[in-house]
T-cell receptor, first 115, second 111 residues
């Protein structure tokens, strides 16, 4: 069964609203989680590394104020797309695990559509 | 910095043909290597992974990959492809905690 749960699976909202996506590790503690986005017919691009209890580490070119990440507990990381616009429409995927030769688990993804 | 390069963006094969997809990476330290597959309309699935030991790794569905450290390569192979192997294949490299994905190779197998 799934070990990483992502919610919601799909969001459609108006331009200018903020959208929060949750990523939960179901049966293990994750001090680190990762957020990716995937545009249609393209690869996964790492956006940021979410660190429990501290600030996230963002990849070059990713706006920190646009994509707010909070990792308040060992099983939950959230990504908030603030003031979303149509160009933010994408498929967002989180992952957890992967340290100490453990497998990395991916969530099912969230398809975000901004009208 | 880590980087991953997949040489072929699109590959078209007939059923029963052999497959080899290239993957090269750049990273100065120890890496973990992965191949993922994404079938049309579905999410990523792990095909195989290399952490250490035997550089020839066998995965699911008859796929295998060979880690050649001197060439910084981790090519994916399958001796005889099937129509159901039509999908997009991503090579991924993990070093220093984060995983970076290649651009992907779109494979189409003709029946």
């Amino acid at each position: 069964g799934a070990v990483v749960s992502q919610h919601p699976s799909r969001v459609i909202c108006k331009s200018g609203t903020s959208v929060k996506i949750e990523c939960r590790s179901l049966d293990f503690q994750a001090t680190t989680m990762f957020w990716y986005r995937q545009f249609p017919k393209q690869s996964l691009m790492l956006m940021a590394t979410s660190n429990e209890g501290s600030k996230a580490t963002y990849e070059q070119g990713v706006e920190k104020d646009k994509f707010l990440i909070n990792h308040a507990s060992l099983t939950l990381s959230t990504l908030t797309v603030t003031s979303a616009h149509p160009e933010d429409s994408s498929f967002y995927i989180c992952s957890a695990g992967g340290q100490n030769n453990q497998p990395q688990h991916f969530g099912d993804g969230t398809r975000l559509s901004i009208l | 910095a880590q980087s991953v390069s997949q040489h072929n963006h699109h590959v078209i094969l007939s059923e029963a043909a052999s497959l080899e997809l290239g993957c090269n990476y750049s990273y100065g330290g120890t890496v973990n290597l992965f191949w993922y597959v994404q079938y049309p309309g579905q999410h990523l699935q792990l095909l195989l992974k290399y952490f250490s030991g035997d550089p020839l790794v066998k995965g699911i569905k008859g796929f295998e990959a060979e880690f050649i450290k001197s060439k910084f390569s981790f090519n994916l192979r399958k001796p005889s492809v099937q129509w159901s192997d039509t999908a997009e294949y991503f090579c991924a490299v993990r070093g220093s905690f984060k995983t970076i994905f290649g651009a992907g190779t779109r494979l189409f197998v003709k029946a």
